[in-house]
C-alpha cells in the first residue's frame, strides 16, 4: 500500500531506518523535497549515508550534509563545494557501471529517493529527466520514496508502477535547472574544429557546457544527425526544430534520440514532455558496449582538465582539487573510435588559470581517466590532433602543435626524451 503525502507531512522516519543507505535521484532529476527533508530529519534518524552521482541543486554542502554521509562518483555541479571541504567520498567508475554496482550492492541501496511525473492513464510514473541508473535503484531498494512533481515532464522509456511506490510524497515546484552556459571565443574556436568531425547522417554523444552548445550551434547546415547520448541539454531543441537532428540514418532507434538525462532549462523540460521522439533509456542501453557498436558514424564528445604528451586523459583531479569524475567518458570515447566512419573527441581549452598554465602537459597532475590507448582526436582552440594509430613520438610533436604557442618550447624540451627513444 502506497502512503500518499505532500511535503509537510513527510516523516522520513516512518520509512528511513537507522543505518539505511539512500540512493538519490541525479542532475536535473534530484527529488529536491525529499533532500530537503532529508537535511532536516536525517540526524533524528542517525548513522545515514547517501550516494548521489551528481547534483546541481546546491542543497548539499559541508553545513547541510552533516548529519549523513555523501558519496558520489565525482565532484560534478554543486558537489565541488563538499569535496573542497573533504565532506565528500568519490567512488571511482564509469557511468556504465553504476546500475550494476547497486544491483550488486556494491553501492549499498536500502532506500530510493526518485523524482517522477505524474501518473498516466495506466498508473506508470515516468521518470521524468533522469533514466540512467534509477531503475536498478528502485529494483534494489527495499523502499521507494518518490516525490511525484506535477511540474516534470512524462517523458516516454522508463516507468515506474504506482504499485512500485511505498510513498508518494506531491509537490508542484520547479524542478533543477542549469541554464546555458556563456560561450566565449575560446569555446567558439575549439567548437569549429570539432565539428568539422561531425558530417551529414553523424550520430553524436556529447555533454552539456559552453564548448558542447558551441558545437551544436555550428551543426545548423548538417542533414539527419542522430543523437545517441548520456545527457542532452537545451541545444537539442533548435536542432530538431531546424530539422537537423531527424535519427532519420540511424541503423537502430531510427527516428529518436536515446538519451539518459535531461539537464537544462525549462525550455527542454517542455520539449521533451510526451515526445515520443525523444526516449529516456537506462545505462544499460545508453552507455552499453554492444548497443554503441550498432552505430556507424558515431562521433563522441568529451571533455578533459588536461592532457599528457602521450594521449593520456585527466578529466578528474587538478593536483589537490578533485574537480570532476570518470563519468561515461571511456565508455564513449571507445565507442567512437571504434564506429564506422566516426570518431572520438576530447575537447578542452589550451590554458587554464587565464592563460597561467598550460592544459597540455608533460605529466598528469591527477589520475588517468582514460588511456592513450582509447584516445581518438583530441582539440584545442589551436586545432585537433588526430592520435588514433600515431607513435608516442609524433603524437608528442601533434599535441605540441595545439598548444598555446607561449608553451610551446618547454613543451617541446619536455617531448624531447620521448621523441629521441620512441617512448
Known amino acids: 500500500m502506497t ?16 543505518g539505511d543507505r539512500i540512493v538519490i535521484g541525479q542532475a536535473c532529476g534530484e527529488p529536491t523535497t525529499l533532500v530537503e527533508a532529508l537535511i532536516a530529519q536525517g540526524r533524528d534518524i542517525g548513522d545515514l549515508s547517501a550516494f548521489i552521482a551528481t547534483s546541481f541543486s546546491g542543497l548539499f554542502t559541508p553545513e547541510t550534509a552533516d548529519s549523513f554521509s555523501l558519496t558520489s562518483m565525482g565532484a560534478i555541479g554543486a558537489l565541488r563545494s ?18 550494476p554496482m547497486i544491483a550488486e550492492g556494491l553501492i549499498g541501496c536500502d532506500v530510493a529517493f526518485v523524482q517522477v511525473s505524474p501518473a498516466d492513464s495506466e498508473g506508470n510514473h515516468s521518470f521524468g529527466l533522469v533514466a540512467d541508473h534509477v531503475r536498478a535503484t528502485v ?29 508518494a510524497v506531491h509537490v508542484s515546484r520547479g524542478p533543477v535547472e542549469v541554464a546555458p552556459a556563456r560561450i566565449g571565443p575560446t569555446d567558439e574556436a575549439i567548437a569549429k574544429h570539432a565539428a568539422a568531425y561531425i558530417g551529414d547522417g553523424a550520430v553524436i554523444q556529447t555533454g552539456v557546457g559552453a564548448v558542447p552548445d558551441a558545437i551544436l550551434r555550428l551543426l545548423h547546415d548538417r542533414k539527419d544527425l542522430g543523437v545517441h547520448s548520456g545527457m542532452l541539454g537545451d541545444g537539442l531543441v533548435e536542432l530538431v526544430e531546424a530539422g537537423v537532428v531527424t535519427n532519420a540514418r540511424k541503423a537502430i532507434d531510427t527516428g529518436v534520440s536515446i538519451n539518459g538525462a535531461l539537464i537544462g532549462t525549462r525550455k527542454l523540460y517542455d520539449f521533451a514532455h510526451r515526445n515520443a521522439a525523444i526516449r529516456m533509456c537506462a545505462t544499460s542501453y545508453t552507455h552499453d558496449a554492444a548497443v554503441l557498436a550498432r552505430l556507424e558514424r558515431l562521433v563522441t564528445i568529451n571533455s578533459a582538465l588536461e592532457v599528457d604528451l602521450t594521449g593520456q586523459v585527466n578529466a578528474e583531479q587538478s593536483g589537490a582539487a578533485y574537480m570532476g569524475g570518470t563519468g561515461g567518458q571511456v565508455d564513449f ?33 591527477g589520475p588517468v581517466t582514460t588511456a592513450r590507448s582509447d584516445v581518438d582526436v583530441i582539440v584545442t582552440e589551436f586545432g585537433a590532433a588526430e592520435l588514433k594509430g600515431q607513435t608516442l613520438a609524433e603524437r608528442t610533436r601533434r599535441l605540441i602543435a595545439i598548444a598555446h604557442p607561449s608553451f610551446q618550447e618547454d613543451l617541446s624540451r619536455a617531448a624531447h626524451t620521448i621523441q629521441q627513444r620512441g617512448f
Open 3 to 18: 502512503v500518499v503525502t505532500d511535503a509537510a507531512g513527510l516523516d522520513l522516519s516512518q520509512f528511513v531506518r537507522s
Open 333 to 365: 570515447v571507445r565507442a567512437g573510435a571504434r564506429s564506422p566512419g566516426g570518431c572520438s573527441i576530447i575537447a578542452l581549452p589550451a590554458t587554464a588559470k587565464d592563460g597561467a598554465i598550460s592544459r597540455i602537459v608533460p605529466a598528469l597532475s
Open 82 to 99: 563538499m569535496t573542497k571541504a573533504g565532506k565528500l567520498g568519490v567512488i571511482p567508475a564509469h557511468v556504465s557501471q553504476l546500475g
Open 139 to 167: 529494483d534494489k531498494a527495499r523502499v521507494v520514496i518518490a516525490e511525484v512533481n506535477d511540474q516534470v515532464p512524462y517523458t516516454f522509456g522508463e516507468l515506474l508502477p504506482a504499485a512500485r511506490i511505498h510513498c
